[in-house]
């Protein structure tokens, strides 16, 4: 559902492409990574992106960061078009980043470092927030000595401790196994609830993204297009994820992702080459197009 | 109705690996008596060689070539006498210890620059090849006709033979460092300082720690070779020296002296390097 201001306004996404292509650099080639991309993300959305390997999912992160630009189109990060990375933006990779010669204390307070905070102010912030992603008793630990989901929860903890105003997160549960993995969905969404965070969410798991997502987007390519955004808005919510699992209404959203993700498969689970490029680049059909 | 399904937290039932704990005392005195029997060994292999040596020096070999450990003590002792060998060892450990000093900041620095700045490293990376493998000591009379014959000529193919192993090791480390870590340290707002000092050298900081072990006695051998050439203090002279005047016991102190220096190096970078790296795994919390 679309934030609107204390206008009654709609509000202005925090993310928004328009008709969006991404080359990375120096692969002019090989082709853009995403093309025709129209997406918008309302402030406190939480959206899922799901698609097969290689349609772009990352690259869309990526763009949302600052780390890469798009090469046609439009892309604005809170209204604006930023040339260097953009600021309040925090990013959790599949691939642990944590230092592994500091602390669960010393990581969480690292952006604070970095941004000059007093040693003071960040040794307590970063306490707060080691409590509050359930690491108070292992402060001072090395990431060695923590199990993965202790660790995933490090890098959560790392990047919320800056309060970001978009949280990006590339796979960060895919790693761990089943029951770790329910445990951190839940633990994530308990974690960011109440806080005025968008997040932009990229899983291969369909489950995950049913679960988490306020809607979901569905990728297809290569080159990646958005095929689907599907809204949640009939999901009840607040429902642990295995209870969720068994509404009807879930199902139905299921199997309709589930038909578009299929169909842009190949035989090795990889994406498909975009059928409908032959004629140039195609635009995404959006069913909804919530916030756009 | 719906049912809820309470799921406990993610902290609460997690599987954490068990925190360290001292070893037990059964333990403890488990691993004093292995290593007590290790050195017992060890002490029996060496008293074995050098009853062995005693035994056949002078029977089986001329005493002129191979000496005895009798006469190693013998010189020994005669070098202690004055301060002789300490002297000697001051020299060499001096020009060894800068040559170094300067290898290791001059190696880990152009490592580093290297790593950091792609271009430059493709640029110059043959001629770092061609200079890599070029003989260290077919250098040392350019570097004679260079810096003289003093300490500096001795420092500077200590610092020149050294260099390059740490050179590639921090390279290496460098180059190996995780793109992903790099970007998430510039989106946390990290300057490019920041990712240097915050990010690159600490990676860096094992292997450095490794190649330091590995430059040490190529500094000492850089040292040593400087004194060959020309010197009439350290113990490459000294065992020289003692070559020309067909003194084997002198010439075996020598070495003995340098090889343990090398050795009571070697274990403290050792240590060191089990402190820094606590880590990764290789130190153990106290």
């Known amino acids: ?292 | 109705m719906t049912t809820q399904t309470i799921i406990p937290s993610a902290g609460a039932a997690e599987a954490v690996p068990a925190p360290a704990v001292p070893a037990a005392r059964g333990q403890r005195r488990g691993k004093l008596e292995d290593l007590a029997r290790l050195w017992g060994m060890r002490a029996v292999l060496i008293v074995a060689l050098l009853a062995s040596w005693q035994f056949c020096s002078g029977r089986v070999f001329p005493v002129f070539i191979v000496s005895s450990p009798e006469l190693v003590w013998e010189r020994f002792l005669d070098f202690m006498h004055g301060g002789k060998l300490l002297g000697h060892l001051f020299y060499t450990m001096r020009s060894c210890l800068l040559g170094f000093g300067i290898g290791a900041v001059v190696g880990s620095t152009l490592g580093l620059a290297f790593g950091i700045f792609e271009p430059v490293a493709r640029t110059i990376r043959p001629f770092a090849a061609m200079l890599y493998s070029t003989p260290k000591i077919m250098l040392a009379p350019l570097i004679v006709v260079w810096f003289g014959v003093d300490t500096t000529m001795k420092v500077v193919i200590s610092a020149f033979s050294c260099m390059w192993v740490i050179f590639y090791n921090v390279w290496n480390a460098t180059l190996g460092i995780d793109r992903n870590l790099v970007d998430q340290f510039r989106l946390m707002g990290g300057s490019q300082r920041q990712i240097i000092t915050g990010l690159y050298l600490p990676s860096a900081t094992t292997w450095l720690l490794t190649s330091l072990k590995v430059a040490f006695p190529i500094a000492l051998i850089g040292s040593v070779v400087g004194e060959f050439v020309a010197s009439n203090k350290g113990l490459g002279f000294l065992a020289l020296d003692s070559g020309h005047r067909f003194d084997t016991a002198g010439v075996l102190v020598a070495v003995f002296t340098i090889t343990l220096t090398a050795m009571t190096v070697d274990s403290l970078l050792t240590a060191l390097q089990r402190k820094v790296a606590l880590w990764q795994g290789e130190g153990e919390r106290k």
Request: with cysteine; net charge neutral; proline share 7%.
């Open chain 1, 1 to 292: 559902m679309p934030a609107t201001s204390s206008q009654g306004v709609p509000a202005t996404p925090v993310v928004e492409f328009k008709n969006a292509e991404v080359t990375y650099p120096g692969r002019q080639v090989t082709g853009p990574a995403v093309v025709g991309i129209n997406l918008a993300l309302a402030r406190g959305s939480f959206t899922t992106v799901v698609g097969p390997s290689g349609c772009g999912k990352s690259t869309l992160l990526h763009v949302c960061s600052g780390l890469l630009k798009v090469s046609a189109g439009e892309f604005h990060y809170q209204g604006q078009s930023w040339k260097k990375l953009h600021p309040g933006v925090g990013y959790v990779t599949q691939r642990e980043t944590l230092l592994p010669w500091k602390t669960v204390l010393g990581n969480i307070a690292l952006p604070l470092k970095l941004t000059g905070v007093p040693k003071a102010e960040r040794r307590e912030r970063a306490t707060a927030m080691a409590e509050n992603v359930g690491l108070g008793q292992w402060l001072n630990r090395f990431p060695r000595e923590l199990s993965g989901g202790m660790r995933q929860r490090v890098q959560l903890g790392r990047t919320l401790v800056t309060k970001p105003v978009l949280l990006l997160m590339d796979e960060p549960f895919g790693a761990l196994d089943a029951v770790l993995r329910v445990r951190m969905q839940e633990f994530l969404k308990e974690t960011i609830a109440g806080a005025d965070l968008t997040t932009l969410f990229v899983t291969h798991d369909l489950n995950e993204a049913l679960t988490l997502g306020d809607q979901v987007v569905a990728m297809a390519g290569a080159p990646g297009t958005i095929d689907q955004i599907d809204t949640l808005d009939d999901l009840p919510r607040g429902l642990a994820p295995v209870d969720l699992k068994s509404a009807p209404e879930y199902a139905e959203h299921e199997a309709r992702l589930w038909k578009v993700i299929a169909g842009n498969l190949s035989d090795d689970g990889k994406a498909l080459a975009n059928r409908s490029t032959a004629g140039g680049h195609p635009l995404p059909s959006l069913t909804t197009t919530t916030g756009v």
